[in-house]
């Protein structure tokens, strides 16, 4: 077996059955995507922030390809208190340098206590990003 790399494909598929007759099938135009990775280290400004004065932060951070990325942040006991996912070609899952704010409002809609809580940027199951976000009210 042979792995498909970047790219456009064709594949030919050849069956044979027990009498000797053959089969053949091919499949023009199979795309194969590489995974998604982040260059450099996530970024976000300001930092610290200060959500409780209407302030939000912008996390910055820079993708080889258009992906699906699930933005994840957890306190500092590990409780995941914000997602939110970003289609593949849109801000925040596009190839290049995004930008996604955050508000600091979890995801039960609660206001950030002054603390330091972690973020992972995530593709396809893997954490491909981290950075942190202080805040300091």
Do not use: C, W
């Amino acid at each position: 077996s042979q792995v498909l790399t970047e790219g456009t494909h064709t594949l030919k598929v050849i069956a044979r059955d027990a009498l000797g007759k053959e089969s053949v099938i091919t499949v023009a135009g199979l795309r194969v995507f590489a995974s998604a990775s982040v260059t450099g280290t996530p970024m976000n400004y300001p930092n610290p922030a200060r959500f409780g004065h209407g302030e939000a932060t912008t996390i910055k951070y820079t993708l080889t390809a258009d992906a699906e990325i699930k933005l994840m942040i957890f306190d500092i006991t590990g409780r995941l208190v914000y997602s939110n996912v970003y289609m593949s070609g849109a801000e925040g899952g596009k190839a290049n340098v995004n930008r996604v704010p955050f508000t600091g409002l979890s995801s039960a809609n609660e206001l950030l206590g002054n603390g330091v809580y972690h973020y992972l940027l995530v593709n396809d199951g893997k954490a491909i990003g981290r950075g942190q976000i202080a805040v300091l009210d």
